[in-house]
C-alpha cells in the first residue's frame, strides 16, 4: 500500500489498485494473450482468467512512495519479443504513473508462455 499527504488530507493506494492497473495496462497491448501464473503443483504455466489477471503482478513498494514492478504474460505466437516488452513496459509505466502519482522505478516482464491461436 502507498500513502501520501496532501494539502487537502490523506490519500491511500491498495495493493489492488496497482495490480488492476498494470494489468489491464498489459493486457491492452498488442499481441499480449494475458497474465500468466506458474502452478507450484504442476510447474505448468496457466493462462489467467480476467477476474483472476491481478495474480500475474507482483508490485514492490519502494522507499519514498515508489514502486517496482514485475509482471508475468503469454503472448501470441509471431510477435517480436523485444519490441512487445519495450511498449509493455512503456504502457504501464505510463498508465500507473498518470493515474496515481506514483513513481514506477522499473517494470520487468517475464513472457512465461506463447499461445497460437
Not at 488492476?20 to 510447474?43: E, H, I, N, P, Y
Not at 504502457?91 to 522505478?105: A, L, W
Request: hydrophobic share 40%; glycine share 8%; net charge neutral.
Amino acid at each position: 500500500m502507498v500513502k501520501y499527504q496532501t494539502g487537502s488530507g490523506n490519500i491511500s493506494l491498495s495493493h489492488e489498485v496497482f495490480t488492476t492497473l498494470v494489468s489491464d495496462a498489459a493486457t491492452g497491448c498488442f499481441g499480449v494473450k494475458g497474465m500468466a501464473m506458474r502452478s507450484v503443483t504442476d510447474g505448468l504455466v496457466h493462462l489467467l482468467k480476467r477476474s483472476s489477471m491481478h495474480k500475474g503482478v507482483y508490485i514492490k513498494y519502494n522507499e519514498g512512495s515508489s514502486v517496482s514492478i514485475e509482471l508475468h504474460i503469454v503472448i501470441d505466437e509471431g510477435v517480436n519479443i523485444p519490441v512487445i516488452c519495450k511498449s509493455i513496459i512503456s504502457e504501464v509505466r505510463y498508465k500507473v504513473e498518470q493515474s496515481t502519482g506514483v513513481k514506477v522505478d522499473s517494470v520487468d516482464v517475464f513472457v512465461d508462455s506463447i499461445r497460437k491461436d
